[in-house]
């Protein structure tokens, strides 16, 4: 994450209207900084169309007060098991049952460890135990303690438990660092909320996705690489695997949370990558070829650093192919619905169609590459194109994109059947 980017101006996710149309939400907010976006979430719910009560933590109401939530929301606000009042009917179990959707924003790494080691120490986990609606975590915290092992730990332990985790963003945080730790802003939550409960256009379906970018070894130190940040094959996983589809995740070296609900394989070179997606591929439905893979790589690696002879003494590499994993997997018999992606500098659409011919492709995406696109960015553009067929996307969030994809792949596979 770069200084400039940190500073780029908020991402706005459209919301859309009535999309969690008489969902029951309960909204959960921990202690920490960010627990005054909570007021702005509340808000953006109900403009969904959900349902809303507020749980305020201990910590959470010296930063916040319940007065604020319970204007916005419309219900009173809880904050403690000992409520006489609510607790004589077993207040706590009748919100738990009330409650369609759980959703903790922010969630700080205090309330994350509770939650992993499943306490009910305080009314918030204690319903996050009784209940049996889905529950939706959004961190926010500072970078270190986000890139703690102990926190990333919890998390994982919580997404294997079923816990939908939602971020967190990077930037620039309250403490004056920048880096991964920031809650998403209230529209990224309310529409991923909305993605998660709505048509499951790939149900069933095995997707298998690689992403990020392949790293080939020059010498124990150096290798030669990419500047892919693995962040649209991730939103690609994501979106497939919130459209019902059971998903493996082929990642090159990259620094992002593993979706929930998706299987990740992590890999670092090309072949080792090859080596991954088509041991599954033939048992895959769909392939999403996302990853920015290296075309080369050095013909022998060097088994101690390579050493400076002199000032002016240059470096002569010898390169050789990698393997084309998209063109292997287009060739398969039978062969899943196979998806490529081409990042292009110059004539993108007219290359892009070359390379979905050349490589008889079912689908591909296209997208400009260059200051400020594609690699690095937090938003982009696709062109879609198939053989009978393109469609444009306007740039926008990454996120975004994945879904507009998962849901184009999904029409194409459902016309080819009934064809």
Known sequence: MTRREAHAPERFVPVREGGLAGVRVLLGVSGGIAAYKGAELVRRLRDAGAEVRVVLTENAARFVTALTFQALSGHPVRTSLWDESAEAAMGHIELARWAEEVVIAPASADLLARLAQGQADDLLTT?????????SVAPAMNQQMWAHAA???????????????????????ACGEFGAGRLLEADEIVSLLQARRGPRELAG????????PTYEDIDPVRFIGNRSSGRMGFAVAEAAARAG????????????????GVERIDVRSAREMHEAVLARAKSADVFIAAAAVGDFRPRD?????????SRDSGLELSLVQNPDILADVAALEPRPF????????????????????RKRLDL????EVGAGLGFESADNALLLLWPDGREALERTGKVELA?????RIAALRAARASA
């Open 127 to 135: 319903l996050c135990l009784a209940t049996a609606a889905p529950v």
């Open 151 to 173: 926190t990333q730990a919890n998390a994982t332990l919580l997404r294997s438990r079923g816990v939908n985790v939602l971020g967190p963003a990077s930037g620039g945080q």
């Open 205 to 212: 379906a095995r997707v298998l996705v690689s992403a990020g």
């Open 245 to 260: 589809a059971e998903v493996v995740l082929v990642a090159g070296p990259v620094a992002l949370a593993t979706p929930a």
């Open 301 to 309: 690696i060097a088994v101690h650093k390579l050493k400076k002879a």
């Open 338 to 357: 196979v998806v490529g992606f081409a990042a292009e500098t110059e004539q993108v659409e007219a290359h892009a169609r070359a390379k979905l011919e």
């Open 364 to 367: 591909i995406a296209a997208n």
């Open 403 to 407: 879904r507009a994809l998962v849901s």
